[in-house]
Each structure stands twice: as C-alpha cells, then as structure tokens.
C-alpha cells in the first residue's frame, strides 16, 4: 500500500541495514578495533567549542520568543545579512540578505532550488562520479537525471561529455566541489571552460541553464588550494551550502542558499524558492542554528586532523601500489578496485575487514571510496588489512 | 523559468507579502498598538524554562559528536523510546522506540507520510474547514485534495460527507483535532463513528484507508475537555505530532510520527517513511532539539493564557452579537462573517485596523478565523473595534 515510487528505495533500504547489521555482527566477532569502518562521510572532528558557546549565549540573553519562533521563512534577516557580508568579504561578491535563503542543510536546499526550477521531464546533468542523493533528489520532482561519465584518471568535469549531453530540455547541472566521492576540486581553468560551455547552449538554446553548486565540502580544502566561487564565473549560479562539515553540525540541519541578482527570472526564483521552503514541510531552518551559525562565520573546523588523515592513508595506499585520483579536498579517497568489479573489490576488502564504498552507489563503477573522517588510530591499525587487501590482487 | 507548477504559489505570495507590507503601513499610520493583528498562529506563551536548561545542559554535558552528529535518519533511538514510553503512560498505548520517527515539524512529518503512501491520483481527504497547507502537501505528490463540506454550525467533522467523498481512489483522510482554524475539539462519539465509516469503506473497497491525525495543538484543549487519540479508535492511524504549540518552538522545527505495528503494510511503511525523511532532504529532525524535548516530555506551555484570551474574546463577541463555533482548543475562535462575503467582511474589519483571516482561506467561506495568541491587552484594547464592526452590520 506504500507509493510505488518508494518500493525501490524500500528494497535499497533493506540492503542498506542489512551491510549495517553485518558491520554490528563483525565488531562483535573480531572486536570493534578490527573492523575497519571507512564508508561514512560523518565529521570525525568535534565542532569548534565556540557554537556550543554562542548557542548558550543565544539562550541565556535573547528573548525566547525569538529564539525559538517562527521568521520569515527564508530565515532571520540579520543571519542572512551576515552571511551575505561574509561572503562578499571572503569572495568579493556582491549579496545582501534577499540573496540567502536559510534551508534545512544543502540536501535541504537543493531540494528547495529543485522544486523551484523543476517541471516533469526537465533535465538535470551531474557529473560521474556523484553523491547518488541526486537523482532521489531529482527525482522527488519528476526530473530527469543525466550523467556525464566520468572523466579518468583525474575526475575533473567531464566538459566533452556535458556539452553532448546538453539538450533543450537541460535545466540545471549539479556541481560538487571539492567534490564527494573522489576529493578532487575543480580547477579555475575547468570552472571557466565550463561557464563558456553554458553560455554557449543557452545561446543555443535560448533558456537559463542554472549551474547548482552543492558546496558542503568548500572549507575542506588542503595545500592551499582555492575552491574557484562559482557565482563569480557563471551569471546563473545557485549556490547549496551547509555548515555540515565546516562546523561538523551535520545532524542540526542547518545551511543556505545564495541566490544572486544577476540569476536571470531571480524575483520569481527568490519567490517560489521561499514558499517552496515552506510547502515541501521544512517551514524554515532551525531557529536556534541559525542564530548559532551566525556568530560562528568566522570560525573553522580543524581540517588539520582531516589533512593529517589524507597524508597518511594516501602515503599507505600509492606504496601499496593502489591508483588513487589527487586528493585536495573533502574527506575521501577515490581509488581503482583491483579488479573490474568494484562490488566483488568491496567484498574481497570485507574479509580483511575493510569497509569501503563501491563506485558504482556514484555512477562511477570500478572504483571505491574510502572516508578517511575517522581517527588516525584506525588509519594505522587498517594498514595491515590494505596490505592483505594488495597482496591478494598481486 | 521557474516550474509550472510554482507560479501560482508565487502570485499567492505576492499577496502576502502585500498584506504583510499593509499591515506595517497600517501600524506606521495609526500606531502599533492601534492596530489589532489576530491573523497569525504563532504561540504566544514562551516556551517553559525547562527547554533552554535542557538544551544547556546538554551542551555542558554530552559529548558534541553525539549532539550534533548525524543518527539514524528517524532519529535518536533512545529520544523515540521516551517519547514512546510517554505516549504509552498518557494514552494507554503500547509503542516502541520503532514506531515513532522524528520529523521536521508537524509540516515535515506530513510530508514524509504523504510521500510514502501517495500515488499520483491518490485522494486525500479533509474536513472543511482545514489548514489550506494540506492542499500544497498532497499536491507536492500529486494526490489530489478531497473537501468534505463543513458541518455547519457546530464544525464536528460531516460524516455523511466523508461517506459521499470515499472513493477507490480514497488513500487517506486527514484530521486536526483541537482543529485550526475552528478551535473545536472532536468528541469521542464522532471519533468512533468516523473510523466505523472508514472500516466499513474498506471492507467495501479492499484495501487500507489511512486516518493521517495532524496534532499540533493537542496540548491546547480547556476546560478539561478531552481530545481522543485516535490510533486506539482505528487501526491504520497514522499520527503526525508538533512540539511547535505545545513547547513554543515553531521555529526550531521539532514533531515526530507515529505509526503502529496495527497499521496495514507497517514495515513497508515504516521503512519507506525512514527512506521519504532522507531524500525529501529533510535528512534528520534537528538533533540538539530532539535531545531536547525529550528531556521536557513533561513540560507544558502555560495554556491558562491562552485561556484567559479565550474566554475574554469569545465573551465580548458574542455579547456583541458574534457567532461563533464552541472553542474547546488550539487558539482560534471561528466566527461567522456579518455577511455573505467573508473576504468583503475582512475588509470592513481591517477598516476598525482589526486583521483577520478570511474563511475561504480554509475552503469555507462566510466565516472568518480569528488566533487569539497575542497579548490579552491587545485583545482589550480591540474592544471598541469589535464593538464598531458589529455596529456596521447593525
């Protein structure tokens, strides 16, 4: 009697407690230290102690009607001015407050722009490898989705694949960068390439295509890398952001939207993104998060733990002799399965103990990804497992 | 360039907004105390003390991981266990930890259920007068929204017009009791009469009709009036609860679902509302208000204001010569319109600076709502606008 849209995920679901209930099982049988558990992209890192400070602050001197009420649905206006400042001082952009929209996280944002923009039977393109949530996303309004395949060995955007995939019906295409599943960021070059490219077909075309850049992983880029602002090199970019990572808050649900002027129909846009906030259930944003983020822009989680992480397994796995695309942000590793099946790689790493994730749950099959937002202590014990891993493909 | 389906809810927006900008007009000419705003359905009562200590005291003593990390997606298993364990001391029910799952709200909540059991064509009843939000909920899905024509005058639910309505298409019916916008609370005897209609409807057309109960304001009934809880009246009760009314958070975005082992295709259900709470985007309820409200399970908003309000509008209305629906919850009064037109009849009222909420905003014309959630001076000081609108009809 459930919707016949939701029987598959069902299904999936079921497979899903099912790799949990093995992973509880084999904690039990060989001992927790023995299980090496890289498949979830959960923050290892704690938040920085100033958001429980300003949480407490926010609670204790400001009026608790306001704290916890209702606002205009797009969220407190001095958060999203703040937010808007903070941004134009970081990336020299131009926002006010009418440029953000609080969401319920970025997974709650992009559904938000998706609603906005989406008519059955539009198309939205995302690049091989993607966060699979995309096309659940998508999907929710009758959207279709598009992949670009992957482009190997360095997983920057596929710009030939997207410019055969674009047609009169392209919507909007997904970006992700740094990006989850491989830890690649998109290059400047890239970005500029890609912009012309959608230029070009709206010409083509004549229609908006909108550049949606899903942004959760922006402060979490290492070596002095710069993550290109996107809105900065293509006028009609919608940008999906979430404190998630940068203050490892990812069960507060808290993030926005920045919508920019120069977004060709932006009132209509701005408009419908604020009611579909409020029709799809989210009302808005959690009130005291907002509050919270607001007085903590400035503040950073300590990705020197997640750099340190990098170095090591990255170091572990070249010597080994394991493919893996350059790591420059994010939290993961993308590495070449040993063998063409990343499914059967994902179960021969299960017997050393090793959870990984296949590449085809993004799009991308013969491939793995491996979280490293974990404790280096553990880094250190799997070692030997990714040893085992290497001799049994040698 | 927005989607189809959005542009009407954009001009219905503008409205709003429109009103909301005459509404600061009107308090710029006049004078903010001059102008009587009975249009919102925001508590007015501050949330107990009990909710900022909890939420300090969690932040002083758990661990931050846990307090702001992810979880399952239904939430923290040992807050569904005590909100269980409450539900089962209050109501004499019998759940588990696996029968509740934290939403985002009441409105969150809907959503996801919808989601879950909505084919496209699937209708949906309700009661006139409803929450017109539940319009744009099924339609997120694309059921399609079933009036039943209000009872007029006492506002229990029509049962001889839910028999009409029942069809094979028939998935769900919705109920709000203490009901907005009329502030009436359905008695016990209607409560039986209606889940006889729906078993028999089901034998008739053999399959599962789900009885969705929208809860918010169940905390918010007087004179010790009882409101039933209805999942021990009819086995495929589903019941979406808020704690926006009953603690005075609307805007941190809390509520939870209900969904008994009794009901029809449970697992399933259960499963794919887990499923519906991820890809929705809504991913998770707010983590550090789930720990919350847990630990407030106990507390209550101080209704007795909300009574005292009660009882001083309705008095002076229908001393005036006001009709007006037995309000035994929530904090509405639903008054009959003066004449035929109750949008006409809303402007005469806004002459007097009184701003209320048309009827046909509920899909019931000719009565007009009227949330007595505001300051009880601000109910006494609108008096004499009362007494100059009764006047004008006279």
């Known amino acids: 009697m459930i919707a016949k849209k939701m029987v598959k995920y069902v299904e999936g679901s079921s497979v899903t407690r099912a790799m949990f209930e093995e992973g509880k099982k084999m904690a039990k049988e060989f001992g927790a230290e023995n299980v ?42 001095e958060v999203r ?28 944002g992009l559904n938000v722009i998706l609603k906005t923009l989406l008519d ?37 955007p596929n710009l030939s694949g997207l410019r055969e995939k674009i047609t009169a019906k392209t919507k909007a295409v997904i970006v992700n960068t740094p990006n989850n599943p491989t830890g690649v960021v998109y290059s400047e070059e890239t970005i500029k390439e890609l912009s012309s490219i959608l230029e070009e077909k709206q010409q083509e075309y004549g229609h908006a295509i909108y550049l949606i850049s899903d942004e959760p ?3 979490l880029a290492y070596d002095g890398v710069e993550v290109p602002y996107l809105t900065k090199y293509f006028a009609n ?13 990812p069960g507060e649900r808290i993030g926005y939207l920045v919508i920019p002027d120069e977004v060709d129909d932006f ?27 607001a007085e903590c822009l400035e503040e950073k989680t300590d990705i020197s733990a997640y750099d ?3 170095k090591l397994l990255y170091d572990k796995l070249v010597s080994l002799g394991f493919e893996c695309a350059k790591p420059e942000g994010a939290f ?43 404790s280096p202590e553990m880094i250190k014990r799997s070692f030997s497992a990714f040893e085992k891993l290497a001799d049994a493909y040698r």
Not at 125 to 138: G, L, T
Not at 237 to 249: A, M
């Open 81 to 108: 001015k703040k937010i808007a400042e903070s941004l134009n001082e970081r990336f020299g952009t131009a926002f006010t407050e009418k440029n953000i929209i609080m969401t319920v996280g970025a997974a709650g």
């Open 120 to 156: 059955p039977g539009d198309e939205v393109i995302a690049f091989a490898p993607y966060f699979s949530e995309y096309n659940n996303y998508v999907g929710n309004f009758d959207g279709v989705m598009v992949p670009v395949p992957a482009n190997i060995p360095d997983f920057q």
């Open 332 to 374: 993961y590793l993308w590495v070449k399965a040993k063998e063409e099946d990343d499914k059967a790689f994902v179960l021969k790493a299960k017997e050393f103990h090793l959870l990984l994730v296949p590449g085809s749950a993004f799009m991308c099959a013969g491939y793995v990804r491996i979280a490293y937002c974990v």
């Open 36 to 77: 090496y558990d890289f498949s979830l992209g959960n923050p290892s890192v704690e938040p920085p102690k100033a958001v429980a400070e300003a949480m407490k602050r926010i609670l204790d001197e400001k009026e608790p009607g306001f704290v916890h009420g209702y606002m205009n649905n797009a969220g407190h206006e």
């Open 267 to 293: 009132q209509n846009i701005l408009d419908a993104a604020s009611v579909a906030t409020r029709i799809l259930g989210f009302v808005n944003a959690p009130s005291l998060q907002q509050l919270a983020v």
């Open 217 to 219: 992983y922006r402060e």
């Open 308 to 310: 340190y992480n990098r």
């Open 237 to 249: 970019t919608i940008v999906g952001y979430s404190f998630s990572k940068s203050l490892s808050l």
